[in-house]
């Protein structure tokens, strides 16, 4: 058994959320560039991801790593209809707020500030957290996701009828319900298999 | 409830979405989406290439979280795999007992200390029970305490606990598909519920079609 923990090089814990780039170093060892099959490397369905040391330790598996990236990008970037990416976008932020993973709510709330305009309110869902107010139809979608990703699930009929009163078709509604499950699955790996860094001054 | 193999959509089979129905066109808008949840869940528990990891050993494991989800239409199936798989009635019932001792609510945990530090939530760290660990193993026993730790507090997350799953026999690469096994049920799981809830359905009773 040679397999061993990774030290992470010195680096600055992020102590807060931040919409801020963040970096993330990992605890167990991934594939070196150049030990991977072309299996591995098609797993990363996007090539420019063999810099990434996340990808490359999720490559491990790579029918699992390949399945799980086709899942994500068609349950965040499939653009027929449905919830607008924006407001995907801000459910995966608020289950990575609720759940604690600083990595993934970084990049999501840039994403949902990027897509919405609305700087200030996904900054107010990262200081303040998911019991901030956004507005109902934000508010709807947050309350939503929060639900479903506590662990047993309270998610019900009720969140379904406040998201309908405030305009979500079912297919709009599925996208809100799928986008909250998959944070709960990055957010397992990412806060499992390494940790966050703040970028180097 | 049926059992569905994993060339039966196993999302569809759990919700009891039947073609042509509502919910069977609004999983069809994202296709990628429906066909690779379920390239995930024969990846997990059917894999071409099972590797270290047996077929008992990943099925122990998504009854058992399934079961810390209360999940009982998704515990059942795991449940009857695992029972298809061969697992001895002692190891079966042994998943049952750990579920039933390891049950509590989450997400909870510690953050970085800082000003996130207010938001910190108490919680158990899950020891396997004296009486189970005999029959789950060492490799079994080091995993449910990891996957409980995924489950209800992976906020808690550090290098010590991978240091313990690789003492007890996991290697690197079977880690990273425990991980993937823990991470995928946690979606399937909530997207079980939401279809169900969305359907108008309970979202934890039996299929009984």
């Keep these: 058994m040679t397999d061993t923990v990774l030290v992470p090089p010195e680096h600055t ?163 809100v319900i799928h986008a909250a499950a998959f944070f709960n699955w990055a957010n397992r790996l990412m806060l499992s298999l390494g940790e966050p860094a703040a970028p180097a001054d | 409830m049926t059992v569905p193999g994993t060339d039966i959509d196993v999302i569809d089979a759990l919700v009891g979405i039947t073609p042509g129905s509502p919910l069977s066109a609004i999983r069809a808008r994202r296709p990628d989406a429906r066909a690779h949840a379920q390239a995930t869940y024969r990846a997990l528990f059917a894999p071409e290439a099972p590797g270290n990891i047996t077929a008992q050993e990943r099925l122990a494991v998504g009854a058992f979280v399934a079961g810390l989800h209360d999940a009982t239409v998704v515990a059942g199936h795991y449940a009857a795999r695992l029972a298809q798989s061969g697992a001895s009635a002692a190891l079966r019932e042994a998943v049952d007992a750990a579920t039933a001792e390891a049950r509590t609510s989450g997400p909870y945990g510690r953050y970085p200390a800082g000003p996130l530090s207010r938001e910190d939530t108490a919680g158990v760290s899950y020891r396997v029970g004296t009486a189970i660990r005999s029959t789950l193993g060492p490799r079994l026993t080091a995993a449910f305490e990891h996957v409980h730790m995924l489950v209800f507090h992976p906020r808690d997350a550090a290098p010590a606990a991978l240091q313990a799953l690789l003492d007890a026999g996991w290697s690197t690469t079977d880690i990273v598909t425990l991980s993937q096994i823990v991470a995928f049920l946690s979606f399937q799981i909530r997207v079980v519920i939401g279809l169900r809830t969305l359907a108008g359905r309970p979202p934890t009773r039996e299929v009984t079609t």
């Excluded at chain 1, 959320?17 to 991934?30: G, H, I, K, Y």
């Excluded at chain 1, 591995?40 to 790593?65: E, G, N, Q, T």
């Excluded at chain 1, 047993?152 to 305009?167: K, Q």
């Design chain 1, 13 to 175: 814990a992020p102590t807060a959320f931040t919409r801020a780039q963040l970096d993330w170093l990992p605890w167990l060892e991934p594939l070196a560039v150049e030990a991977m099959t072309a299996r591995h490397m098609a797993s990363l369905v996007d090539a420019a991801r063999v810099k990434s040391p996340y990808f490359r330790l999720l490559a491990r598996d790579p029918d699992a790593l390949e399945a799980r990236t086709r899942t994500d990008k068609d349950i965040f970037y499939n653009p027929d209809a449905g919830l607008p990416r924006a407001e995907r976008e801000l459910a995966a932020a608020a289950t990575s707020r609720f759940n604690g993973c600083l990595y993934c709510a970084s990049v999501h709330a840039r994403h949902a500030a990027t897509y919405s305009k609305r700087e200030a309110d996904v900054q107010r869902l990262l200081d303040t957290g998911v019991s901030a107010d956004l507005g109902e139809r934000w508010n709807a979608i947050v309350a939503a996701s929060v639900a479903l990703t506590a662990t047993p699930c309270v998610f019900g009929p009720e969140h379904v009828d406040r998201l309908r009163r405030s305009g979500l078709d079912d297919l709009a509604i599925a996208d």
